[in-house]
């Protein structure tokens, strides 16, 4: 079966630093992955998926299938990007999540 | 579009109770989704659907039932609430239902507290 880690509940940086958001999979298929984002008060949506490779408000993920990794970074991190942060792996129909981590950007 | 839309926001439940939670949408999606967000275990799929006519069991299914007699409708049943149900539910919902999901992000909706005593 597919699992999702994401090991940090709680992250906070300070704005402007760099941010790293941790996710690692198991699974014995070709991943699909995503992550996924929730702002205060707003819906959960989503953030990025690895197949599309882009950059959305400054953040990047990079599929890495030797470490089975999928973490999501942003070079300089600003206070808007506090928020919880899901990964996803989708296997067939199914989406699985994360445990999520919520982000506090700090002034 | 008013996208996915859930009814009620909070709802407050006695053990043994039933209700059901509704779940629509109005952008033709053939797939959609009930999830369960719970402190600490992120969120986990209780049932979904490829179309009308057409469900499925998630991770977490047991206490709950789902049919999908329209593509716009996707109700979640509780037939005897349980305070191991209290929790934030979400719909979900995306155009495609294949493999290749690049043009199919899930829409989700705004959530149900449910809280069961």
């Known amino acids: 079966a597919q699992r999702v880690t994401q090991p940090e509940k709680l992250l906070s940086v300070f704005k402007g630093a760099p941010v790293e958001l941790k996710c690692n999979y198991s699974y014995s298929g070709s991943p699909e992955l995503f992550w996924y984002v929730q702002y205060s008060r707003q819906r959960l949506q989503l953030l990025l998926r690895?197949?599309s490779r882009e950059s959305i408000k400054g953040f990047t993920a990079d599929l890495n299938k030797g470490e089975t990794s999928f973490h999501l970074k942003k070079p300089f991190a600003q206070e808007e990007d506090s928020a919880m942060y899901y990964c996803a792996l989708r296997r067939e129909r199914q989406l699985t999540f994360g445990s999520g981590t919520q982000l506090t950007v700090l002034p | 579009n008013a996208g996915v839309t859930q009814t009620p926001k909070f709802q407050v439940l006695k053990t043994g109770q039933s209700m059901t939670l509704q779940c629509a949408q109005d952008m033709n999606h053939e797939y959609m989704s009930w999830y369960r967000q719970d402190p600490g275990m992120g969120l986990r799929l209780i049932h979904y659907s490829v179309g009308a006519g057409i469900t499925d069991q998630g991770e977490v299914p047991n206490g709950y039932n789902v049919s999908r007699s329209t593509t716009e409708d996707f109700p979640l049943r509780l037939l005897s609430a349980a305070p191991s149900q209290t929790s934030v539910y979400f719909c979900a919902s995306s155009y495609r239902t294949d493999q290749s999901s690049y043009n199919s992000p899930l829409h989700f909706g705004n959530g149900t507290r449910l809280t069961v005593t």
């Open positions: 690895h197949i």
